[in-house]
């Protein structure tokens, strides 16, 4: 099955800046790549997606850029704010089933 | 106007017990899922289900079962619990494969407490 990567674990970083999340997947017929937020005590919600056939997407203050050569994927967050402070969780979908594979978090503090 | 729900939010059990977790979605999606969240926050797949199929993670144990009433309710049976099934269980559902929408819309979360 699939197998996805997520770097790093932990990051912090002063308000204003910009903080950068990877991820690398195996699967090369994975063609959906979604990224969700999850606050303490919350239910995971999606902030931005990209599908295969697009290198980067961008929504306000956040992009994520896909390389499916390399099998990567990236989820920038510019000028970050605390209520950016929360788990990021990065995702690779084969079509089958429509199964999500979730990388293992990235939990963000945003430091004021 | 919950587009997803799940009941109980909590749940304190005792080794050896049978539980169910029930979700129900308004959405009009035609496929759910079941996700494992343990301490460590790792979300993982358990199962995906549609009118048609059922997609079981090999990982996952036959203790687990998912039941499916009809297209809007996906529940989650557990036999004979273990200390190892405590962790939040996920309940989500999307439209299926084919369809250009992928989004995945999560429950709140049932957090199984077995002791």
């Known amino acids: 099955g699939e197998n996805v990567e997520q770097h790093p674990s932990t990051l912090s970083v002063q308000e204003g800046d910009s903080a950068v999340i990877k991820c690398t997947y195996s699967d090369s017929a994975s063609n959906y790549f979604p990224w969700y937020k999850q606050e303490l005590g919350k239910r995971p919600q999606l902030i931005i997606d990209i599908r295969s056939n697009v290198g980067e997407k961008k929504d306000q203050r956040i992009a994520v850029t896909l390389n499916k050569t390399a099998k990567h994927f990236s989820l920038h967050i510019t000028e970050t704010q605390p209520e950016d402070s929360a788990v990021y969780f990065c995702?690779?979908?084969?079509?089958?089933?429509?199964?999500?594979?979730f990388g293992t978090g990235t939990s963000l503090t945003v430091i004021p | 106007d919950t587009a997803v729900s799940q009941t109980p939010k909590y749940l304190v059990t005792q080794m050896g017990n049978d539980k169910s977790i029930k979700c129900e979605q308004n959405l009009g999606h035609d496929t759910m899922y079941w996700y494992k969240q343990d301490s460590k926050k790792f979300l993982k797949i358990m199962f995906s289900?549609?009118?048609?199929?059922?997609?079981i993670n090999e990982t996952v144990p036959n203790r687990f079962s998912p039941k499916s009433p009809d297209k809007a309710h996906l529940n989650l049976h557990i036999n004979s619990l273990e200390l190892g099934d405590s962790a939040v269980y996920f309940c989500?559902?999307?439209?299926?494969?084919?369809?250009?929408?992928?989004?995945?819309?999560f429950g709140p979360g049932t957090r199984l407490t077995v002791t």
């Open positions: 289900y549609n009118n048609k199929e059922l997609i």
């Open positions: 995702a690779a979908s084969p079509v089958i089933g429509n199964q999500f594979y």
């Open positions: 989500a559902s999307s439209y299926p494969s084919g369809t250009g929408s992928y989004e995945q819309y």
